[in-house]
């Protein structure tokens, strides 16, 4: 079968784009008349631009004021006497989570010597006694009860050095 020559096809592609764009035309009735309804339609109103208030100047007199441009400070120095975490010390399994995280599960009394069960949000639990650490501020344990579990932390006192501050972790509710 030979294809048809190319002066045969032209008629019919020419008829049938004719065909195609006559029938573009036709729907435009329906578009004008809802045009013509939203521009019939009440305008609604716009709220009026908001008055700006006037600028107030204000002079700043440092009649007895500090310099609010000076650096601040402190009143006392940073001083290299005083407590300061070991940070030459082996970090122990507990003090890689914050004390929030850490549930204090139970107690063991073994041979006189008190153990506390500290529950990680790892589910992990583990055995400590007064002077290991836990915490992400260098807690160190400095009592155990059988309700709960005394530190002592070190925090920055923003003056670049150290203060001590107590905390606590206290017996978790058992939930069934």
């Given at each position: 079968m030979k294809?048809?020559?190319?002066?045969?096809?032209?008629p019919v592609a020419l008829l049938l784009s004719v065909v195609m764009l006559s029938a573009c035309g036709k729907g435009l009735k329906d578009l004008e008349a809802w045009v013509s309804e939203v521009k019939a339609r009440a305008p609604t109103p716009v709220e009026p631009i908001p008055q700006m208030k006037q600028y107030e100047a204000f002079t700043y007199e440092a009649a007895g004021r500090r310099d609010p441009f000076a650096s601040i400070q402190p009143s006392r120095q940073a001083s290299n006497s005083g407590v300061r975490p070991d940070l030459n010390r082996n970090k122990e399994p507990l003090e890689e989570f914050p004390?929030?995280?850490?549930?204090m599960v139970g107690t063991i009394?073994?041979?006189g010597k008190v153990f506390a069960l500290i529950k990680a949000p790892d589910g992990v639990v583990h055995r400590v006694t007064v002077k290991n650490h836990m915490?992400?501020?260098y807690g160190?344990?400095?009592?155990?009860s059988e309700a709960e579990v005394g530190l002592m932390?070190?925090?920055p006192d923003?003056?670049?050095?150290?203060?001590?501050r107590p905390a606590s972790l206290t017996l978790a509710e058992q939930s069934k």
């Open positions: 294809p048809a020559p190319l002066n045969k096809l032209h004390l929030d995280g850490l549930r009394d073994s041979k915490g992400q501020n160190e344990i400095v009592s155990i932390e070190l925090v923003g003056f670049g050095g150290w203060i001590q």
